[in-house]
């Protein structure tokens, strides 16, 4: 899968974009892929666009300029107590137009493998040449997982949070932008939710 778009009748605004990354032949580093793969099967509210960015960095950087009002990136994090704890993690984009940061260094531009934040500091960059703006709202849906070595599947407990990290997903993107973030989340903490 690639994407599906639900566009609003209106037009761009307000649309938001989930985007599963990862690499599916490093074990638990799938997850993202294969969280967006679960939710291409649901009912999604208008406006939200699914995406299988998988290690395409570049190709979501991209997309991105299209004027997303929010991002959900699903994505392996080395959060949490247990492999399969998810976790949600408000990311302020207004950190990526601050040149006093770490992240106003320029983006690597590497196709195959560019990390949430380097994505980021991609759309940054070539919105300064090309026009657009950063979405307004940022979440990070993680999960700590047991192993990232070369394989393809997930191990047990993360293959187990996959179905309450697409429920999850769906909880978000059914709020409106301003709302959807966890109850409690400040940005840059994580609310930690145990699988089911």
Excluded: K
Aim: charged letters at 20%; glycine letters at 14%.
């Amino acid at each position: 899968m690639d994407s599906v778009s639900v566009s609003l009748p209106d037009g761009r605004h307000g649309r938001t974009l989930v985007a599963g990354i990862g690499n599916i032949f490093l074990g638990d580093d799938g997850f993202g892929v294969e969280t967006v793969r679960r939710l291409t099967g649901r009912p999604l509210p208008p406006g939200v666009d699914l995406m299988d960015a998988g290690i395409r960095g570049v190709h979501l950087a991209y997309r991105l300029l299209d004027g997303y009002r929010r991002l959900v990136l699903v994505d392996t994090v080395g959060r949490g107590d247990s492999p399969g704890t998810l976790s949600v993690i408000e990311v302020d984009p207004l950190d990526m137009e601050r040149p006093d940061t770490d992240t106003a260094a320029p983006a690597p531009m590497d196709g195959h493998g560019m990390d949430p934040a380097s994505v980021l500091r991609l759309v940054r960059d070539l919105r300064a040449g090309a026009g657009g703006s950063l979405p307004g709202q940022v979440l990070v849906i993680g999960c700590r997982p047991l192993s990232t070595a070369e394989g393809i599947g997930l191990s047990p407990p993360v293959a187990a949070a996959v179905g309450p990290a697409a429920d999850l997903v769906l909880d978000l993107v059914r709020r409106p932008p301003a709302a959807s973030a966890a109850p409690a989340t400040e940005p840059g903490t994580t609310t930690a939710h145990t699988r089911s």
